[in-house]
């Protein structure tokens, strides 16, 4: 049995802050946006529930931060984390980049299930300040 999911005004709220955002952005950083309309577990539970839906996708940063983000470069209900994730050291920012990652080969035995590919470095915006 499929079970249709409402959207509530919570999810609503959490949605907009990533819509607005050009950016991924880690869980203090929603939390702040909506100025404590709601609490730490629930936005938890929302951004996962979205992640679990490919409405949105987890990004571990170098940082040991977990970010979420839409994900412009995947169709709608087929996302894949196998493209490049870019954090900017200078401004701080992650963004999806659109460029698809092959898996390594690997050894005989072993099978891919995932993988996630971040680099760090300086954005256009930093780099031209």
């Given at each position: 049995?499929?079970?249709?999911?409402?959207?509530?005004?919570?999810?609503?709220?959490?949605m907009n802050v990533l819509n607005d955002s050009t950016?991924?952005?880690?869980?203090?950083?929603?939390?702040?946006?909506?100025?404590?309309?709601?609490?730490?577990?629930?936005?938890?539970?929302?951004?996962?529930?979205?992640?679990?839906?490919?409405?949105?996708?987890?990004?571990?940063?170098?940082?040991?931060?977990?970010?979420?983000?839409?994900?412009?470069?995947?169709?709608?209900?087929?996302?894949?984390?196998?493209?490049?994730?870019?954090?900017?050291?200078?401004?701080?920012?992650?963004?999806?980049?659109?460029?698809?990652?092959?898996?390594?080969?690997?050894?005989?035995?072993?099978?891919?299930?995932?993988?996630?590919?971040?680099?760090?470095?300086?954005?256009?915006?930093?780099?031209?300040?």
């Amino acid at each position: 049995m499929n079970k249709q999911k409402r959207n509530t005004k919570t999810k609503e709220m959490v949605m907009n802050v990533l819509n607005d955002s050009t950016s991924a952005l880690c869980h203090e950083d929603i939390e702040k946006s909506l100025s404590g309309k709601m609490d730490r577990v629930t936005i938890y539970r929302i951004l996962q529930g979205f992640c679990n839906d490919g409405k949105v996708h987890k990004i571990l940063g170098d940082n040991g931060k977990t970010y979420y983000a839409l994900c412009n470069c995947c169709s709608a209900g087929n996302h894949q984390d196998n493209h490049i994730h870019f954090r900017c050291i200078g401004c701080e920012t992650i963004s999806c980049l659109n460029e698809t990652v092959v898996p390594p080969v690997l050894p005989k035995g072993y099978r891919v299930s995932g993988f996630s590919f971040l680099i760090s470095g300086y954005c256009p915006n930093c780099i031209t300040h």
